[in-house]
């Protein structure tokens, strides 16, 4: 399937995604100013869902090359729960379908989506036209555009907490790369939000900073978070209305600098279950039915994996469409669904900012700002009081917080960690100097390939499943990674 026309510079690698290149064109993009709700004064509550859809890139095809492990279950159907592989196709088509059904029957939906680079990449490989195609139907045409809003994500699906710093840039530019390849640059300036992998958000100070401003520079505006992975800057959870209204994250690093973005919270409880049932906008109808924060209307928001469990693959079809012909009939209540962007300029309309936000800061971070004095804050002051901390404190941990919290990203899989950060420092070794000194080094083939490799081995699939096949997976695509940085 052919890319869109773009006015750059022509970046095709054969058989791979494109993953670099357009650097300097992507950086002076500027955002778009997302649409605010014409009704919005009589608005009492809305409600923001999103699904987030992935399939891992694995070396399993013929002679063990890359392929998506969507590929791999359709190819082998009676391993495991492969069988699903065609309903998953469909989830992934399906919104490509319901927003214009919906849209043509006067609703007025919304759907907030997270594809990670490794699925997109998978679509075209296997010359799923068919899905590719709805999706671009409602991401481009001016009809269907603004009822959806497309969320940003790291391109191998990588959780930041264990990603090596220097690397996480890398994969929110070649999301957006491969995002703006496949359905144009005006597509790209909408997408402002950003959805954390495994909705793991860095609490160590340097990392979580890192992220921060990274994510400025690649001109996000907001980031979902999960409500239990953030806390008051005293240390107390969110107040029960913190959760359903913007907050502003504080990120101060080791050398005591800040940097600060808005965050939407994503409330606990079992995400597919949730979503499918739709129940964000039930709890957003008992909202706004007392409501009386400062900040209004509030929101619920709420993501979901798109495809996985009889939940989503079942139930949603039954519950999503009723809803939007229900607020249809019942405009006059005060209830809408919204996107996070619309949302937040909603609330700008109103005349309010993000300095009225709560302001919250990344879990056991009160803990160590305990310890180190905020005028005299250096990387050995943090680096002792991590230590002490970990040492006197069982419940203290600095590496993040995810969608669960009884599965570790690091614990044990050492096996993959060593030769993945391995990977990562021979690739900075033998590229970074070469991009330094020409910037078109990101356009070649050599460089892109490299990155896959890069990125592709960071994806969190091969740590969730445990050891075995997918740690071997993992060691294969650094191995091959090595091999190239090594050969050049």
Known sequence: MPYLSLPWPAVTPVGQPILSGWEAQLAALRPSEPLVPSDYSI?????????????????AGHDSRLISHLQYMLEHPHEGDNHNAQTFLWCYQRMGDWIPELVAEGCQPRI?????????????????????????????EATYAPYVEWLGTCWGHAVIPSTPIPDIELHLRAW????????GVEALQRVQGFSLPEMHLPNHPDTLFTLVECLKRCGY???LVQEHSVEQLDGSPLSATAKYVPNRLVARNSQGEVSEITVLIKTQGSDTKLVAQMQPYHEAKHLATYWSGAI??????????????????NEYPRDFMPVWHE???????????????????????????????????????????????????????VAVAIAQLSATDPHFSMAGTSWTNHISWVKGYETVLQPMEQLSREFHRRYDPLVAADPQITQTAEYQEALLYLLTSQTSCFRYWGSGRWTEYAK??????????AAN
Request: proline share 4%; aromatic share 8%; glycine share 10%.
């Open 327 to 381: 607020l249809k009939a019942q405009a006059a209540a005060g209830v809408v669904g919204l996107n996070g962007s619309e949302y937040l300029a909603l609330l700008a309309a109103k005349g309010i900012t993000a300095a009225q936000f709560p302001r919250v800061q990344a879990v056991q971070q009160h803990k160590l700002w305990q310890y180190v004095d905020s005028t005299s804050c250096t990387p050995e002051a």
């Open 296 to 313: 209004a209307p509030p929101c619920v928001t709420q993501i979901a994996d798109g495809e996985n469990g009889g939940v989503m693959m």
């Open 112 to 140: 907030m989506l997270d594809y990670s680079g490794n699925l997109l990449w998978g679509l075209q490989q296997m010359g799923q036209e068919g899905v590719l195609d709805a999706l671009r139907r409602i991401t481009v």
């Open 476 to 485: 294969t695509i650094c191995e091959r990674g090595l091999a190239l940085c």
């Open 221 to 223: 505006r907001w980031l």
């Open 176 to 183: 957006q790369h491969q995002f703006v390849a496949l359905f």
């Open 43 to 59: 608005i009492r509550a809305g409600f923001a869902c999103a699904l987030h859809m992935h399939q891992p890139t694995i070396p």
